[in-house]
């Protein structure tokens, strides 16, 4: 019963939504007050059966309901609770399940949180947001429904994939798909923005809180899977660049472009065609990504959907929503006038360098994810291309963008004298070479050039960074005032420009100066490895609620001291027939001792993978900056205040002019 | 400068970047390609030689050979017309088993043997690697044509 009221719920949250799109978007265009605002009432309805539908997939996985099909494939009786709720986004069905209800959440925040628009405006994001809800209830309904059933029902279900029951999994997807859906907002807002004729600094004053609230989920997912993989897999590497990882870092690259160009286009009014181009890239991006992980047209971990109907509707859904989007860029875009004149030396420029460095990196990552698949659709070969093409292009390209990271907000808008910006610059550069030059007298022979490289980058960044922010103090004013006068976003980029640096450092040391061993070793052997002795105890059975696992003890030991005793695990998911390594960390601010354990090498031998990785958190640390980041950013009051300066200058507008 | 020659400049600049940007794009692109290749296709002598590319296939029953106590593994990959023997050092992935399709990276060693870097197995038990599911079915066309075409 509780399935079918899920899926009725569906149903008529596509109906609501239809409607949310064709009233308001047909009374914008007529200037029908009645019919704009349906819009609001309507996205609390489509919000309000999608998430009831969310809640009957939940139930039915708690209470173990094996006779709907989707539950059956990815749950168990045995299966922990927070695996179950996590479960419901454990596959393709449940996960479209959720992308729809992250959609209507930010759908009905957009509806709340915007009572200081025009309603013309706010009927014509809604409309588009809805057209976009449409697209994935539809997808739902037609080709991945979650709630049918299985006749006759399963006695047991066949468990969630052993991969995916790790907390790190649990939140990466709704952090991620927070971020993809968020990119919606700024797109529905560009788009409503063309379709009204009314791209102005008040439309980039409104986007930018909501575009930097989505970049900061999408970082946040962006990270936890990395850090998942780090801890699942093995392998102990944190990025890949495996395609369903560009697929989300495509859309994170665009999206960093986009929030500095909006804030070029909401000061000085310039840029403004670039910055809707790269709203509907961002989201396209996003769109993209759902479709090569969904689809299965990947050679990847994660692609575990393979539906050739599922991959060719998304396909076509893509193409209506960036086609449609870009005829309506080409017809509207060229009556945009740019208004703020800049000079060559200023930091419009430098912004667009930022912004070309970054589209060219997406660019980069694009062709190598998606050229094999080309390739292969047209029987041309099967080909792969691995991490080395990523480094090659990604090292010049940070090399330069962390250049120009220092010197963009030192330069002033508008124009620079070349001499003035020089002379501001000169002492960060000389302080950083200093502090490189410490760095190899310091490490010596141990130093490499990349190394080098990228303490004299960090440190710019930081050093530029830092005189950036005593700026902003002044001795008249004292300290705490001083920080009061200062807007909120001024920290954020300060704080997400030194997560920046503290990445760089993370993933040059971690890649200079790791080491790592597969070793055999039996009980009571240890093995050296960067000064940290690592002695083999044994291992026992140790059953799980739904696992068995082989677990190791070993014991971490440096200069005769023990610091700390690992116990990784090699489970055995029986419902699956999966084995599933389970590392075990020894987590440092300066270094993380990794141990996974490899498999039974017969006469007591187990083989054991080993690694010393210094800074390593450095990598995780540096993004949890930019998102501290984001979120300054995104509370700056300034936002709030303008908006309802806006307001009350629109109330004595009659409703529906834009 | 005016506003259309700075405009230029401009313009000029952004092509020579974008330019510069692409060749070392397509370079690097160049240069790191790994192509997959089936054990027939080994067999036929279609290997790179001397460049690192990817082979995939079934691990045939029974063709997993450990030294006691030693990372050193041994194992065959066949797309059941031709087998490829395949010698590795290392911890095996823990989705290998004997009768499932892996895919490894490596180079072609002495006396037909392929030495690999990397062995990947897929993280679902059902999941086939769509590579290897593809040189399977090309194989079996290929011997079931030779057998038809016998008289």
Known sequence: MIPELGHYALILALCITLVQVVLPIIGAARGDVRWMSVARPAAVGQFVFVAVAYACLTYAFITDDFSVAYVAQNSNSALPLIYRISGVWGAHEGSLLLWTLILSTWTLAVAVFSRTLTLAFVARVLGIMGFISVGFLLFMLLTSDPFSRLLPAALEGQDLNPLLQDPGLAIHPPMLYMGYVGFSVAFSFAMAALLGGQLDSAWARWSRPWTTVAWTFLTLGITLGSWWAYNELGWGGWWFWDPVENASFMPWLVGTALIHSLSVTEKRGAFKTWTVLLALFAFALSLLGTFLVRSGVLTSVHAFATDPARGMYVLIFLGIVVGGSLILYAWRAPRVRSTGDFKLLSRETLLLCNNIILVVAAASVLLGTLYPLILDALNLGKISVGPPYFSAIFIPLMVILLILLGIGPAARWKQNSGRWLFGRLLTSAVLSVLIAAGALLVLRERSSIMVLLSILLAAWVVVTTVINLYGRYSPELGLSRSIRRTPRGFFGMTMAHLGVAVFTLGVAFSGAFSTEQDVGLAPGQSYDLSGYQFRFEGVKQVPGPNYIASQASVQVLREGQLISTLSPQKRIYPVRQMAMTEAAVDVGMFRDLYVALGEDLGNGHWSFRLYYKPFVRWIWGGALFMVMGGILAASDRRYRLAVRREATANRYLPEGVS | ?151
């Open chain 2, 1 to 151: 400068m005016t506003r259309r020659q700075r405009r230029m400049v401009l313009v000029l600049v952004l092509i020579g970047g974008v330019g510069i940007a692409a060749a070392l794009t397509l370079e690097a692109f160049r240069n790191n390609l790994l192509y997959f290749i089936s054990p027939s296709e080994v067999v036929a002598g279609k290997a790179p030689p001397g460049r690192a590319f990817r082979l995939g296939g079934m691990v045939e029953k029974g063709s997993v050979k450990r030294a006691k106590g030693s990372l050193k593994v041994q194992f065959v990959l066949t797309d059941f017309a031709h087998s490829v023997p395949v010698v590795y050092s290392g911890i095996l992935p823990d989705l290998f088993r004997e009768g499932q399709g892996v895919v490894t990276s490596g180079h072609m060693g002495p006396h037909g043997v392929f030495v690999a870097t990397e062995v990947l197995a897929k993280h679902d038990a059902k999941y086939m690697p769509p590579e290897v599911a593809d040189a399977l079915k090309q194989a079996k066309r290929t011997t079931t044509s030779q057998v038809g075409a016998k008289p």
